[in-house]
């Protein structure tokens, strides 16, 4: 066994951690992490705004009932006077008349529009409950993303620190020129992660291209593990 054969080795661990990466890197779940986060954002802005909305709308339901209050004490402090055993001439019994009759339009209008509030304070509350589960569902969903990729890493790094081991056991029986040039064609682009080819029938095993004879006359005749690199694509050739 010739170490260009180790050669070989070498690039099926390199491959392997490719792949190992890659996976880690097209991890669906990758993706979805930010998309739920978000959606969490826009979740706690929509709750947000309910509750600041609450809040806004507690405060007007709250003076709107001070309101009422204000004009249920004028009438009954109308009634008491009326019934205080003062004499009162027809204009002023005509007149006490009206203003108790327009407190008693302003009250029910006042409580109308306190109706309403409450009502929409009612509504606000189930926005309020809608987000909350939504909010608590994104959590869920995050945590459940997070922990996918947390063991994915978990066992790509172990994979990796594996496949590197193994690497580093058999690559100190390659000269270190040989696999200088692999690791170099292997780093560039287009090439796929390989640096190393098989050569048969006088043809790169990667890029397929037929060797010139004298080429190939040459190569033969050149010592079993002396370096040679394709003409075309220049991946280290292994026969
Ligand atoms: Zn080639």
Known sequence: MSFLSTLLDIQ???????????????LPEREALPVVAAKRVEISARLEAALADRVSREGEEGELGRQVSQIVK???????????GKRKNQDEAASHKASQQQLHEKQS????????????????????????AAHAASQVDQERIEQVIGKVEMEV??????????????MTSVPEKVLSTYDNVRGQAQKGGRGAAILADG??????????????TKMLASPEDALLQC?????VLVR
Do not use: F, N, W
């Open 12 to 26: 099926a661990l390199d491959l392997a951690s490719d792949a190992a990466r890659t996976r880690l890197e097209t």
């Open 74 to 84: 004028d009438l009954e402090a109308a009634e008491v006077e009326r019934y205080s």
């Open 109 to 132: 209008a006042l409580e109308e529009q306190e109706m309403e509030l409450l009502e929409a304070i009612e509504e606000i509350d189930a926005r309020i409950r809608t987000e909350e």
């Open 157 to 170: 790094s172990a994979e990796l620190d594996r496949l590197a081991g193994e690497r580093r056991a058999i």
């Open 203 to 216: 043809r790169c095993g990667a890029c397929r291209i037929k060797l010139p004879s004298l080429e190939r």
């Open 231 to 235: 003409p075309q694509c220049r991946r």
